[in-house]
Nanobody
Framework: VQLQASGGGLVQAGGSLRLSCAAS????????VGWFRQAPGKEREFVGV??????YYDDSVKGRFTISRDNAENTVNLQMNSLKPEDTAVYYC??????????????????WGQGTLVTVSS
């Protein structure tokens, strides 16, 4: 499966952005799709995932970010509200078949999009 992330941009603190991850070339519905982010000089970190109809989020974004999935459109969206400067990063979507205990691990996702840059100014 191939993934394409889009929707990044520059936004002021407190603002919102909606990222989209579009999939092609595979049985999208059979994959778990997660969002990760990587800030300059840091490792890629878990943001959130939807698995078996349930969503899981990192504590740093809980209550501000929402993931939604549309299997008919082969997309997974990340709605980001109340953005903070520390949310600045390249955001990636990843597809895989992780077990629940591995959903936060990048190694559990075998397919990645190219990333989209989110910059939050203070």
């Amino acid at each position: 499966v191939q993934l394409q992330a889009s929707g990044g941009g520059l936004v002021q603190a407190g603002g919102s952005l909606r990222l989209s991850c579009a999939a092609s070339g595979g049985t999208f519905s059979s994959y778990t799709v997660g969002w990760f982010r990587q800030a300059p000089g840091k490792e890629r970190e878990f943001v959130g995932v939807v698995k078996n109809g349930r969503t899981y989020y990192d504590d740093s974004v809980k209550g501000r970010f929402t993931i939604s999935r549309d299997n008919a459109e082969n997309t997974v969206n990340l709605q980001m509200n109340s953005l903070k400067p520390e949310d600045t990063a390249v955001y990636y979507c990843g597809a895989g078949r992780p077990i629940l205990s591995s959903i936060r691990s990048t190694s559990a996702y075998g397919h990645w999009g190219q990333g989209t840059l989110v910059t939050v100014s203070s």
